[in-house]
């Protein structure tokens, strides 16, 4: 059975800095494009990062461009979202997802991803 599983998630005051974590099992991430999504009570699904199975292609959602981070080790089979300079608007259910494409391919969209996990909750304080 796949399960997808997120970590690393919590409470932290505006300006602060978390590392989100993305891990498997039932499935070889390295072989599967991530993308992190996140969502907030009442506001639509966000898509705001993605990255290649070979990490050589990424996308940041346009409000999180410079202030996020998405990075893999395959050697630990670990996806990471290094979110950095965390804003109040930041506050939401964090969660990665995988597919298995080609090798140069990510995607920003849900729809794209079987795979995802329950989340991981990110709390900004002002």
């Known amino acids: 059975q796949v399960q997808v599983q997120e970590s690393g998630g919590g409470l932290v005051q505006a300006g602060g800095s978390l590392r989100l974590s993305c891990t498997a099992s039932g499935l070889n991430l390295d072989d599967y494009a991530i993308a992190w999504f996140r969502q907030a009570p009442g506001k639509e699904r966000e898509g705001l990062s993605c990255?290649?199975?070979?990490?050589?292609?990424?996308y940041y959602l346009d409000s999180v461009k410079g202030r996020f981070t998405i990075s893999r080790d395959n050697t630990k089979k670990t996806i990471y979202l290094q979110v950095n300079s965390l804003k109040p608007e930041d506050t939401a259910n964090y969660y990665c997802?995988?597919?298995?494409?080609?090798?140069?391919?990510?995607?920003?969209?849900?729809?794209?991803?079987?795979?995802r996990g329950q989340g991981t909750q990110v709390t900004v304080s002002s």
């Open positions: 997802a995988a597919d298995r494409r080609s090798l140069f391919w990510c995607s920003p969209k849900e729809y794209d991803y079987p795979y």
């Open positions: 990255i290649s199975r070979t990490g050589e292609k990424r």
